[in-house]
């Protein structure tokens, strides 16, 4: 996949591009409250990208209901457009989820996920994210994800 692909827009296009939710999360590092965001129980088959850059990020199959009102996922679709870094904020230590190519705030890691999907359990704000259907990764230039929903 071409790495040019996927360009963080200035700060002056995301203003006008995302919400103030989407902006505050993914710009300012904030969090969207719990059991109140567009995907924490989405059911419908797909993909899930940055919401800045587009860039693959997670799969409905690797997605479950882990109870703390956020989309869950066992696992990224593309290791290499996840990136976790420490986290110190809020006198906690946790590990925080970063997009490779927007450096767009996601959410945070944690080890309490399912034992039988690897045990991660990465809970992610929907604020950050833009759902592709599986009927839709064609025309949304996605095409190559299609073969996760055969």
Same mark, same amino acid.
């Given at each position: 996949? !071409? %790495?040019?692909?996927? %360009? ?6 995301? *203003?006008? *591009? $995302?919400?103030p939710l %989407?902006y505050?999360? /993914? %710009?300012?590092n904030?969090s ?5 965001n !567009?995907y +924490?129980?989405y ?10 850059t587009?860039?693959? &990020?997670f /799969?409905?199959?690797?997605?479950f209901? #882990?109870?703390?009102g +956020?989309? #869950?996922? #066992?696992k990224p &679709?593309?290791?290499?457009n996840v990136i976790e870094k $420490?986290?110190k ?5 946790? /590990? !925080?989820?970063?997009?490779?190519h927007g450096?767009?705030?996601l959410?945070?890691v944690?080890?309490?996920g399912p034992?039988e &999907?690897?045990? $991660?359990?990465y809970?992610?704000? #929907?604020?950050a &994210? ?5 009927e839709d $990764?064609? /025309?949304?230039? =996605?095409g190559? =994800?299609r073969?996760?929903?055969k």
């Amino acid at each position: 996949m !071409e %790495q040019n692909r996927y %360009q963080k827009p200035s700060n002056e296009e995301l *203003k006008k *591009k $995302l919400s103030p939710l %989407q902006y505050r999360v /993914t %710009q300012e590092n904030m969090s969207e409250r719990p059991f109140e965001n !567009e995907y +924490w129980d989405y059911n419908e088959e797909g993909i899930y990208v940055d919401i800045v850059t587009g860039e693959p &990020l997670f /799969t409905s199959k690797d997605k479950f209901d #882990s109870g703390c009102g +956020w989309p #869950s996922f #066992s696992k990224p &679709l593309e290791n290499e457009n996840v990136i976790e870094k $420490l986290d110190k904020s809020h006198r906690m230590i946790r /590990t !925080e989820v970063r997009s490779r190519h927007g450096d767009s705030h996601l959410g945070h890691v944690f080890t309490d996920g399912p034992r039988e &999907l690897g045990g $991660l359990r990465y809970c992610i704000n #929907s604020a950050a &994210l833009r759902f592709i259907k599986k009927e839709d $990764l064609e /025309t949304e230039g =996605y095409g190559e =994800y299609r073969g996760f929903f055969k």
